[in-house]
């Protein structure tokens, strides 16, 4: 039963969903791009295989340990969550487990009775509590500053758990719909150790079957699936195909039955093409540039700003994302309900001021060695941002690669570039975002490097206040450390990009442009 503390949490929460909705229906009609309309109308029938073409390879297919945020959508195929939540909105909705907060520091979590790992064995509370204790504790988890409000993980029942608090963590349900709720078998890890990494076992809609390196990733239908009458298609096929154009090549001829992630330049030659439709929505992909601030020369306040001056950041858009896209000054869109616009013209386009800031910062001849991936797409924008930073002085040498190498050679222990253009795939809560790329031992923190004696504080703060009016306070002012202190260069947000073959049926796009295939059939 809920308790009175409990039934006012959650009408705050409502309150604050609401609120989240309303900002993101505006953006979205603002930005006129919307998903195809006939979802709903289509009759869905069962078997088949789904062939997806990916444009990139997963890091891990281990939650825990994986560090790249287009793992998600492999991941989704074979992990459940604890929570989940709605595709147009992020608002969170009971998944594995429901939960309660009978005081405001203690979160109880009631699994659904039934559910078993791929291997058969149950996902009780035991389950939970290992994965919950591995993701916070486990020297290879990348996912201990998403759990570090929680002291404590108890079994109280057969199937629940209670989960301690440092403090009031109003965002925990969302924490909990990304990687750090995704239940893995306890089995299969102990049994596995590291090789879990390329032999996951969970309790999702498909189970594992082979990981080709950088060739395809196979699963088959879970028949023991709890969601009755999930999934739809019999297998999935994940085709790694780094090439965009061929990716949609591979689409048009029927070989897959659909690529997401594009670039906006393939959207005129989908909606051209006979046989594919264009799948399109606004999403919280920011492309990024990712600074060690850690080290110099990018320890330096001054140099950081003028990095920030120097980028026309819509003539990145034009000319390296076909003109379709959003300007960034943080991680958050105008549409969001927590974008503070008192930051919008901090760093506005202004090589002069660039060139001020470089003489301030008392360097002279900054060299910056950039990580970026050799794609098409992220080729030009390579050399978009080297134009840039070399007409103000600075000069840019890139070393490009996969995905995974090159994210991994900059976030994990070679830390081996001063900078990375890549992108942040966004996260159901703002708070967990900043977490996640700001915190002082936070894994997309490349040199783990402290960027205020107050953001900890702040973030906290952030977390523990239920009205979405308390949590925009607090949301602004971290947002004001993050951008005065230029501690990132965020460039452009993306919008989804998917063309989708005749055979398939029911695909919905979701806010964070992270794909799940649960509703696809396949006509």
């Not at 089995?187 to 990981?211: I, M, Q, S, T, Y």
Request: aromatic letters at 8%; a positive charge; proline letters at 5%.
């Amino acid at each position: 039963m809920k308790t009175q503390v409990d039934s006012k949490l959650n009408v705050r929460q409502t309150l604050l969903q609401r609120r989240q909705t309303l900002a993101m229906f505006a953006g979205s009609a603002a930005i006129g791009l919307v998903g195809m309309p006939a979802w709903a109308q289509e009759a869905k029938k069962k078997g088949g295989i789904l062939k997806v073409a990916a444009l990139t390879n997963p890091s891990s297919l281990d939650p825990a340990t994986g560090g790249a945020g287009t793992d998600h959508v492999f991941l989704w195929t074979l992990f459940d969550t604890l929570v989940e939540w709605d595709y147009a909105t992020l608002r969170t909705k009971p998944g594995l487990a429901d939960w309660s907060f009978p005081d405001p520091k203690t979160m109880l979590l009631t699994i659904k009775p039934g559910i078993n790992f791929h291997d058969g064995t149950p996902c009780d509370a035991q389950a939970v509590k290992f994965n919950l204790d591995r993701n916070r504790q486990d020297a290879r988890s990348n996912l201990k500053a998403d759990l570090a409000s929680i002291t404590a993980v108890d079994v109280v029942g057969a199937l629940q758990v209670k989960l301690t608090l440092k403090a009031p963590d109003v965002v925990l349900p969302a924490v909990l719909s990304d990687r750090a709720g995704m239940m893995v078998s306890p089995k299969a890890v102990k049994e596995l150790g590291n090789d879990h990494d390329r032999k996951p076992v969970g309790a999702g809609p498909w189970k594992f079957v082979r990981w080709e390196d950088n060739q395809r990733v196979v699963v088959t239908r879970n028949e023991n699936y709890w969601k009755s009458g999930e999934p739809y298609a019999d297998g999935i096929e994940i085709s790694v195909i780094t090439d965009q154009a061929t990716a949609l090549r591979s689409v048009t001829a029927g070989q897959n039955d659909m690529v997401y992630a594009l670039s906006a330049r393939y959207k005129p030659l989908i909606e051209r093409a006979r046989n594919i439709t264009l799948v399109t929505a606004p999403t919280l992909y920011c492309i990024q540039i990712y600074f060690n601030f850690g080290r110099a020369p990018l320890n330096n306040l001054k140099v950081r700003q003028a990095i920030n001056c120097a980028i026309d950041r819509n003539a990145f858009i034009n000319a390296g994302m076909g003109g379709v896209g959003e300007m960034a000054a943080m991680q958050l869109p105008t549409s969001h309900w927590a974008y503070e616009k008192s930051l919008a013209d901090l760093y506005k386009f202004d090589p002069e001021r660039s060139r001020k800031l470089l003489s301030e910062s008392g360097l002279s001849n900054i060299e910056l060695s950039f990580g970026g991936y050799n794609d098409q797409d992220n080729m030009r924008r390579n050399e978009i941002i080297m134009e840039q930073l070399g007409k103000v002085g600075i000069k840019a040498k890139f070393t490009t690669g996969t995905i995974p190498d090159i994210s991994g050679q900059f976030f994990g222990a070679e830390k081996k570039f001063d900078a990375l253009l890549s992108a942040w795939t966004g996260r159901p809560d703002p708070s967990m975002s900043y977490a996640l790329m700001y915190g002082k031992e936070a894994y997309f923190n490349a040199g783990r490097a402290e960027v205020s004696p107050d953001l900890a504080a702040l973030l906290q703060e952030s977390r523990e206040k239920s009205s979405i009016e308390e949590r925009k306070i607090s949301l602004s002012k971290i947002q004001r450390i993050l951008v005065e202190g230029a501690f990132s260069a965020p460039l452009a947000f993306q919008f989804e990009i998917a063309a989708t073959g005749a055979r398939v049926k029911g695909f919905r796009p979701n806010l964070l442009g992270k794909p799940k295939f649960n509703d696809v059939s396949l006509g």
